[in-house]
């Protein structure tokens, strides 16, 4: 399971069922109260049920459906893993048509899946996104919890795999305040968020919560027809030790989507440093033996990028996904490299690469499809002078090639 999603003991299941069962009784009546008031209550979501094979041992939470990468070639982990789920399945409510608010148009999303929060609340409800949108036709403010900005909701791979295309791709959902300035073809995006649930640091959210600050994020967008470019700036800051200062972190993103007769492209490049929040390689070193007394902390940074080809052609289209991600290290050389130690999601991993084709058959609200992940990452059995993983001739990558089986319905 990966270290960022945070583990519960056996014991917590009973309070697990009843938080479950309070946000099921919550979401009902919230959608009852607010659904009174809407012109406009559009339930949607979809049954997604999938079987899947990995060729060896993974990195993975919930049970293997989430898989970021494949294990290091060590005794048993060469070993194949079959397993089917229907957990991703999702259920969420539109409201629109409210009454308006401060002169603004007034609408909302509720929405949850039975993914749970990590391995042992697996099946269990769990709240997705709940936010609230005030449209001033070129202004708008939504509040809630939501797609982080580094994710874009307007630019991520279209596959059928849960992980879209995660740790290659930023993967998050964020509380969080976000404004929007939308005059003619820009978008000029500023948002304020916190770490949440799944994604946080590795050890949790509370080193983000005692900077004393929010993450902030900045990014500007060019739509021409439905074509659209873009550039982001993320800057967070964490205070993993009370007694030290907070150090702050941050990441830079350029994408495109470009959408012709019958094709699509997509692409992204992310660089940065402590995104294990967004389900990517890295976060920080620290010197000394223990996080909550260390006073120095070291950032690991990162590079990221992937590109995909789709057709949008029906019943049948085809997709390539192809992405590759690099662990970069310190932004300077340390003086002392044997005294840090790593909060960090695989540090010894140097670089790793995805190949996922798929095909899929579309019929009413069925969507059929078969996807092939060819996944390798090359472990590294040192680190230089800036904390980076060095390879040598010994060192060899280990693939995992998973085909997954997908039948999903939309409603």
């Not at 662990?327 to 010894?348: H, I, K, W, Y």
Request: hydrophobic share 40%.
């Amino acid at each position: 399971m990966p270290s960022s999603i945070r583990h519960v003991s056996s014991g917590d299941c009973f309070p697990a069922r009843l938080v479950s069962v309070c946000l099921a009784v919550l979401l009902a009546s919230l959608v009852w109260v607010t659904a009174s008031q809407a012109q406009d209550f559009d339930p949607y979501g979809f049954l997604k049920l999938e079987y899947l094979y990995d060729t060896r041992q993974i990195n993975q939470t919930r049970e293997g459906e989430f898989m970021l990468f494949p294990l290091r070639d060590e005794a048993g982990n060469d070993q194949g893993s079959l397993k089917g789920f229907g957990i991703f399945s999702r259920i969420g409510v539109r409201l629109t048509d409210l009454p308006d608010a401060l002169g603004a148009t007034t609408s909302g999303v509720i929405e949850a899946d039975f993914f749970g929060h990590a391995n042992t609340t697996i099946s269990n409800l769990r709240l997705r996104r709940a936010f609230v949108t005030l449209d001033w036709g070129n202004r708008e403010l939504l509040v809630g919890q939501e797609w982080s900005p580094l994710f874009t909701v307007a630019v991520f791979p279209q596959g059928i795999a849960t992980t879209f295309g995660a740790p290659f791709q930023p993967f998050a959902r964020q509380p969080q305040i976000r404004f929007t300035w939308k005059p003619e073809s820009l978008r000029l995006i500023g948002v304020t968020g916190w770490q949440r649930d799944a994604f946080a640091d590795i050890g949790g959210t509370k080193a983000q919560f005692d900077s004393g600050l929010p993450i902030l994020h900045l990014h500007a967008q060019y739509l021409f027809g439905n074509n659209l470019i873009g550039v982001g700036a993320q800057q967070k800051w964490a205070r993993p030790n009370l007694e030290a200062d907070r150090f702050g972190s941050g990441a830079v993103q350029g994408y495109l989507r470009l959408i012709g007769p019958g094709v699509q492209f997509r692409a992204k490049a992310t660089y940065g440093s402590n995104l294990a929040d967004h389900l990517m390689l890295s976060g920080y070193a620290f010197e000394g033996s223990s996080r909550a007394s260390a006073t120095t902390f070291e950032p690991l940074y990162l590079v990221a990028t992937w590109a995909e080809l789709i057709t949008t052609s029906r019943p049948v289209s085809v997709g390539l996904l192809g992405a590759y991600t690099e662990n970069l290290g310190t932004s300077d050389a340390v003086a002392r490299p044997a005294d840090f130690r790593f909060n960090a999601r695989t540090p010894d991993i140097a670089y790793q690469w995805r190949v996922a084709p798929r095909l899929e058959y579309h019929t009413g609200p069925l969507r059929l499809g078969f996807e092939l992940e060819v996944t390798s990452a090359m472990y590294a059995n040192a680190f230089d002078d800036s904390l980076a993983p060095v390879t040598t001739d010994s060192d060899e990558a280990v693939t995992n090639v998973r085909g997954n089986l997908v039948f999903l319905v939309n409603f």
